[in-house]
C-alpha cells in the first residue's frame, strides 16, 4: 500500500445506430443535470487512473508509467493546480515495480496499490479504484498503453471546453504508428467472428462490413466525432460524475466486452467524443492470439453483452 500524500500511495457527430439516441432538447438538459449534479463532491484539481494488472508485461507496465510522468508532468504546466491519483491494482502476479512508482512519486503522482483480492477480473478490478475514487476525471486505462506527454492536457482542455462530453476516447496508434479503428458500430455475430478469429488473408470477402462495423469512413486523425456507439476500453476519460452514475463496469463481465456495455450504457448519460487531438500507442492483441482460454472468456462475455443489449446476426 502507498500513501495518499504523492509518496506513493473541424467536428463531425456520428447518428447511425439504435444505441445513438437522439434526444430533445429539454431531455438533453436533464440528462446533462444529472451527470453535474455530484461534482460538487468532487475533487476538480485531481485526475484518477486506475490500471488493473494481471501478471503484466514489466517492460510494458513501465513503459506506461513512464508516459504516465510525463502526461502528468505536460498537465501540470497546462492547469496549474491540476494533479494525478494513480490507483495500481493487482489482480495477481505484479512484477517488481518499485523503481517506476518512486519515478511516479517524484513526478508528483501519488499511488495508491489495491492488492490481496485476488484476480476479480477486468471490470471489477478498475471498480475497486473507482469506488475510491473522488477527482474531477477518470481515466480507465490498460498496462499496455503509452500516453502521449501531451494527451492528458489535451484531453482535459477538451472536456474543461465541452461540458456535455462525459466520456472521451483517443486517436489509438500500434506499434507501427498506424491508426487502429477501435470506435465501433453495434457487433453483428459475423463482425466478431471475422475481426476475431480470421486469418487476416481470409478476411477480405468482408471488408466492406469490417470497414462499417470499425467506422474507416468516419474515424481518421483529423476530425472530432461525437457518440460513436462503442469505444476502447484501453484509454477511457471519463467526467467521474458520469462514471459514478453508471456504477463503473457491469461485474459479471470477468474479461471482454466490459468496455461495449459501459460505452452504450455511457450514451444514456453523457455524449461520448473521439478526440484525435488526444494519442496513444496501444500494445494489445486480441483474444484469438492469447489461447483457448481467452477464446472461451470472449464467447462467455460476448453471450452476456448480446443478451443484455440484443442479439445481431447479420
Known amino acids: 500500500m502507498v500513501a495518499e500524500d504523492g509518496h506513493f500511495q473541424q467536428t463531425r457527430w456520428f447518428q447511425s445506430t439504435p444505441f445513438n439516441r437522439t434526444a430533445s432538447n429539454d431531455a438533453e438538459s436533464s440528462r446533462f443535470q444529472m451527470t453535474v449534479s455530484a461534482v460538487s463532491s468532487m475533487d476538480h ?3 484518477s487512473v486506475s490500471v488493473v494488472v494481471f501478471h503484466p508485461d514489466q517492460q510494458l507496465l513501465a513503459r506506461t508509467f513512464a508516459s504516465l510522468a510525463q502526461a502528468g508532468a505536460a498537465l501540470a504546466h497546462s492547469a496549474p493546480g491540476m494533479s494525478i491519483h494513480l490507483y495500481l491494482v493487482d489482480n495477481g502476479g505484479m512484477p517488481e515495480m518499485r523503481a517506476s512508482l518512486a519515478a511516479l512519486s517524484q513526478a508528483g503522482i501519488a499511488c495508491t496499490v489495491l492488492a490481496g483480492h485476488g484476480n476479480v477480473g477486468y471490470g471489477r478490478g478498475h471498480n475497486l479504484a473507482i469506488e475510491r475514487a473522488s477527482s474531477r476525471y477518470h481515466l ?3 498496462p499496455d498503453v503509452d500516453i502521449d506527454s501531451s494527451a492528458l492536457a489535451e484531453a482535459v482542455t477538451f472536456l474543461e471546453a465541452h461540458p456535455e462530453a462525459g466520456l472521451l476516447t483517443p486517436a489509438i496508434v500500434d506499434d507501427a504508428g498506424q491508426l487502429q479503428y477501435l470506435c465501433r458500430q453495434y457487433p453483428t455475430l459475423i463482425d466478431l467472428f471475422v475481426r ?5 488473408a481470409a478476411r477480405r470477402p468482408f471488408e466492406a462490413r469490417l470497414a462499417r462495423y470499425e ?3 468516419q474515424i481518421n486523425e483529423r476530425d472530432t466525432i461525437w457518440d460513436p456507439p462503442i469505444v476502447s476500453g484501453c484509454f477511457m476519460l471519463f467526467r467521474t460524475s458520469v462514471l ?3 456504477a463503473g463496469f457491469d461485474a459479471r463481465y470477468f474479461l471482454y466486452f466490459e468496455d461495449y456495455d459501459l460505452s452504450l450504457r455511457a450514451h444514456d448519460v453523457a455524449r461520448v467524443v473521439y478526440a484525435p487531438s488526444v494519442r496513444v500507442l496501444h500494445h ?3 483474444a484469438s492470439r492469447k489461447g483457448l482460454a481467452h477464446i472461451r472468456m470472449f464467447l462467455a462475455s460476448a453471450f452476456k453483452f448480446y443478451n443484455r443489449f440484443g442479439w445481431k446476426w447479420l
Open 45 to 47: 484539481g485531481v485526475v
Open 140 to 142: 480507465v486505462l490498460n
Open 196 to 200: 476475431g478469429f480470421l486469418p487476416r
Open 215 to 217: 467506422m474507416r469512413a
Open 244 to 246: 459514478k452514475t453508471l
Open 284 to 286: 494489445g492483441g486480441g
